[in-house]
């Protein structure tokens, strides 16, 4: 059964037009997962692709191997933190 990703969803989410009574749950796909301490991985929505953390709660799944790259998502709770580049970094 193909999953369908959904398109814009990074767009989406990076933009705040979504508020949470819409219900916004989107799926996207991983793209990568880093194996850090805090266990950083990539989303992508087909089009578009964010970098997030896991909480410390989903790192067991990371441990059972249930998520990698390939592995389709569905975000069910998610925050969103902006942070802005300075502008002096070169």
């Known amino acids: 059964m193909a999953v369908k990703l ?11 037009k979504f508020s949470p009574d819409d219900e916004f749950m989107p799926m996207l796909q991983i793209i990568n997962v880093d194996k850090l301490p805090y266990r950083r991985i990539i989303l992508s929505d087909g089009w578009d692709y964010i970098v997030g953390i896991f909480l410390l709660n989903l790192v067991e799944l990371d441990y059972s191997s249930r998520l990698h790259k390939g592995t389709i998502v569905k975000l069910t709770h998610f925050v969103v933190t902006k942070f802005l580049k300075d502008q002096n970094y070169k």
């Open 6 to 16: 959904t398109q814009g969803a990074i767009s989406i989410i990076c933009h705040d």
